[in-house]
Protein backbone atom coordinates (compact mmCIF):
# COMPACT_ATOMS: atom_id res chain seq x y z
CA UNK A 1 0.00 0.00 0.00
CA UNK A 2 2.92 1.76 0.92
CA UNK A 3 4.45 2.11 -2.59
CA UNK A 4 0.81 2.76 -4.51
CA UNK A 5 0.60 5.68 -1.97
CA UNK A 6 4.00 7.29 -3.29
CA UNK A 7 3.02 6.31 -6.58
CA UNK A 8 0.17 8.28 -6.46
CA UNK A 9 1.64 11.41 -4.63
CA UNK A 10 4.68 11.51 -7.32
CA UNK A 11 1.98 11.13 -10.13
CA UNK A 12 -0.21 13.95 -8.46
CA UNK A 13 3.42 15.87 -7.94
CA UNK A 14 4.02 15.98 -11.18
CA UNK A 15 0.65 17.06 -12.64
CA UNK A 16 0.77 19.82 -10.66
CA UNK A 17 4.04 21.04 -11.71
CA UNK A 18 3.33 20.38 -15.42
CA UNK A 19 0.02 22.48 -14.77
CA UNK A 20 2.33 25.20 -12.74
CA UNK A 21 4.47 25.30 -15.40
CA UNK A 22 1.89 25.76 -18.41
CA UNK A 23 0.44 28.67 -16.45
CA UNK A 24 3.44 30.57 -15.85
CA UNK A 25 4.80 29.93 -19.78
CA UNK A 26 1.01 31.73 -20.58
CA UNK A 27 0.63 34.82 -18.18
CA UNK A 28 2.59 37.65 -19.06
CA UNK A 29 3.28 40.83 -16.27
CA UNK A 30 2.34 43.94 -17.72
CA UNK A 31 6.30 44.82 -17.33
CA UNK A 32 8.56 45.52 -20.10
CA UNK A 33 12.15 46.97 -21.07
CA UNK A 34 13.75 48.26 -24.05
CA UNK A 35 17.07 49.04 -25.50
CA UNK A 36 18.05 51.04 -28.78
CA UNK A 37 20.14 53.39 -30.93
CA UNK A 38 19.09 56.72 -31.14
CA UNK A 39 20.08 59.92 -32.73
CA UNK A 40 19.76 63.67 -31.35
CA UNK A 41 19.89 66.67 -32.90
CA UNK A 42 20.34 70.21 -31.26
CA UNK A 43 19.09 73.59 -33.06
CA UNK A 44 18.74 77.03 -32.86
CA UNK A 45 19.13 80.09 -35.16
CA UNK A 46 23.28 79.98 -35.11
CA UNK A 47 23.74 76.14 -35.82
CA UNK A 48 22.62 72.13 -35.75
CA UNK A 49 24.19 69.32 -33.44
CA UNK A 50 24.19 65.81 -34.29
CA UNK A 51 24.84 63.15 -32.05
CA UNK A 52 24.68 59.74 -31.48
CA UNK A 53 24.12 56.92 -28.62
CA UNK A 54 21.46 54.62 -26.85
CA UNK A 55 18.39 54.78 -25.08
CA UNK A 56 16.54 52.78 -22.95
CA UNK A 57 12.81 52.52 -21.15
CA UNK A 58 11.02 50.76 -18.27
CA UNK A 59 7.47 50.14 -18.56
CA UNK A 60 3.95 49.19 -16.95
CA UNK A 61 0.87 48.48 -19.19
CA UNK A 62 -1.77 49.63 -17.11
CA UNK A 63 -4.38 48.39 -19.73
CA UNK A 64 -3.97 47.92 -23.42
CA UNK A 65 -4.54 51.52 -24.02
CA UNK A 66 -2.50 53.01 -21.37
CA UNK A 67 1.15 52.69 -20.35
CA UNK A 68 3.76 54.60 -17.84
CA UNK A 69 7.33 54.38 -19.09
CA UNK A 70 10.45 56.04 -17.56
CA UNK A 71 13.17 56.57 -20.97
CA UNK A 72 16.66 57.59 -20.49
CA UNK A 73 18.42 58.77 -23.70
CA UNK A 74 22.55 58.88 -23.24
CA UNK A 75 24.51 60.17 -26.64
CA UNK A 76 28.04 59.25 -26.60
CA UNK A 77 29.53 59.89 -30.02
CA UNK A 78 29.58 63.65 -31.49
CA UNK A 79 29.24 63.89 -35.20
CA UNK A 80 28.88 67.84 -35.22
CA UNK A 81 28.15 68.83 -31.79
CA UNK A 82 27.57 67.88 -28.07
CA UNK A 83 26.59 65.30 -26.01
CA UNK A 84 22.80 64.37 -24.96
CA UNK A 85 21.51 63.13 -21.39
CA UNK A 86 17.81 62.74 -21.59
CA UNK A 87 15.44 61.00 -18.93
CA UNK A 88 11.98 61.61 -18.17
CA UNK A 89 9.02 59.68 -16.99
CA UNK A 90 5.93 60.06 -19.42
CA UNK A 91 2.21 58.86 -20.20
CA UNK A 92 2.39 56.48 -22.97
CA UNK A 93 -1.27 56.65 -24.82
CA UNK A 94 -1.36 53.22 -27.52
CA UNK A 95 -3.77 51.84 -29.98
CA UNK A 96 -3.81 48.60 -31.60
CA UNK A 97 -3.88 48.94 -34.92
CA UNK A 98 -4.20 44.96 -35.41
CA UNK A 99 -2.28 41.97 -33.33
CA UNK A 100 0.80 42.66 -34.52
CA UNK A 101 1.27 46.46 -34.87
CA UNK A 102 0.27 49.22 -32.28
CA UNK A 103 1.06 53.14 -32.59
CA UNK A 104 1.56 55.21 -29.26
CA UNK A 105 1.93 58.49 -27.87
CA UNK A 106 4.29 60.20 -25.44
CA UNK A 107 3.85 62.68 -23.14
CA UNK A 108 5.91 63.62 -20.02
CA UNK A 109 8.23 65.66 -18.00
CA UNK A 110 12.14 65.47 -18.11
CA UNK A 111 15.65 66.34 -17.40
CA UNK A 112 17.67 66.77 -20.40
CA UNK A 113 21.36 68.24 -20.89
CA UNK A 114 23.53 69.13 -23.84
CA UNK A 115 27.32 69.47 -23.67
CA UNK A 116 27.86 71.78 -26.53
CA UNK A 117 29.22 75.36 -27.83
CA UNK A 118 25.70 76.15 -25.79
CA UNK A 119 25.63 74.32 -22.94
CA UNK A 120 21.69 73.45 -22.26
CA UNK A 121 20.72 71.73 -18.39
CA UNK A 122 16.87 71.92 -17.72
CA UNK A 123 13.66 70.63 -17.32
CA UNK A 124 10.09 70.87 -19.19
CA UNK A 125 7.83 69.10 -20.63
CA UNK A 126 8.81 66.56 -23.69
CA UNK A 127 6.38 64.33 -26.34
CA UNK A 128 6.71 62.12 -28.97
CA UNK A 129 5.17 60.16 -31.16
CA UNK A 130 6.04 56.14 -31.97
CA UNK A 131 5.11 52.73 -33.61
CA UNK A 132 5.70 49.12 -32.21
CA UNK A 133 5.88 45.67 -34.46
CA UNK A 134 5.32 42.84 -32.28
CA UNK A 135 6.70 39.29 -32.20
CA UNK A 136 5.81 37.63 -29.52
CA UNK A 137 7.53 38.98 -25.88
CA UNK A 138 9.36 41.00 -28.04
CA UNK A 139 8.46 44.06 -30.19
CA UNK A 140 10.27 46.20 -32.36
CA UNK A 141 9.90 49.83 -31.94
CA UNK A 142 10.71 53.03 -33.60
CA UNK A 143 9.68 56.77 -32.31
CA UNK A 144 10.62 60.16 -32.26
CA UNK A 145 10.59 62.44 -28.87
CA UNK A 146 10.96 66.03 -28.42
CA UNK A 147 13.26 66.16 -25.54
CA UNK A 148 12.49 69.62 -24.30
CA UNK A 149 9.94 71.70 -24.41
CA UNK A 150 11.25 75.06 -23.07
CA UNK A 151 11.53 78.86 -25.76
CA UNK A 152 14.68 79.81 -24.38
CA UNK A 153 16.45 76.49 -25.25
CA UNK A 154 17.64 75.34 -28.54
CA UNK A 155 15.16 72.53 -30.05
CA UNK A 156 16.04 69.22 -28.74
CA UNK A 157 14.81 66.26 -30.40
CA UNK A 158 15.74 62.31 -30.70
CA UNK A 159 14.48 59.77 -33.35
CA UNK A 160 15.30 56.16 -32.08
CA UNK A 161 14.73 52.35 -33.11
CA UNK A 162 14.95 49.40 -30.79
CA UNK A 163 13.92 46.53 -29.32
CA UNK A 164 11.28 45.80 -25.88
CA UNK A 165 11.31 42.80 -24.21
CA UNK A 166 7.63 42.00 -22.30
CA UNK A 167 7.89 40.22 -19.09
Known amino acids: MKRRSKKISLSLLAM ?17 VGAGLTTAVASDSNCEDITYGFSGNVGYDINKNIALEVRAIRTNWDYEGGKVKHIGFFVKPQYEINKKISIYGLLGYAKSTLSSKKRVDATGMAYGVGAEYSMGSYGLYSDYEYLLQKSDTPS ?8 TYNF
Open 16 to 32: VSMSVASFANEVKTPWY
Open 156 to 163: LDAFSVGV
